[in-house]
């Protein structure tokens, strides 16, 4: 595999991870989400808008903290990835939530960007997994969540389509 194609790759996966193309975005999702409705459960739902964000807040990070510290200890399942809390305490963390997934997704891309990243080797710490499954996994975990936070937007009459 040469030089280019990993480069090619990368910068795909970039795209995958940051760019909507064919639905929309996380950030589009969030965008302009009134306040008021951050913690609503809708009838029949089994979470909140807060509740999914964080979940991808808390897995994103553990993918982070997994492929780059062979220490990294993951939350226990499934209790350690979803809050009980059903809205932010506030303003503040909301805010807090949102800027640390963005974080950590730019600092995940940087592991894919580093010239020395062999994006299937297995680590040596998992069983398994390699950096290009783990860049896959976020974006696939991220969008499924994302798709239900549209959902429980348009069931709260806050998107438009």
Known sequence: ???TYNKELVKTLEQFLTAGHAHATFDDAVKQLPAKLRGVVPEGM????WQL???I???QWDILEFSRDPKHVSP???EG???KETEPANEAAWKKCLTQIKNDLNEFIDLLKDPKADLYAPFPHGDGQHLLREALLIADHTSYHTGEIIVLRRLLGAWKS
């Open 76 to 78: 226990s399942w499934p």
């Open 1 to 3: 595999m040469t030089a």
């Open 81 to 83: 990835y979803w809050p």
């Open 57 to 59: 807040r808390i897995t």
């Open 46 to 49: 089994p979470y909140s808008i």
């Open 53 to 55: 964000v964080e979940h």
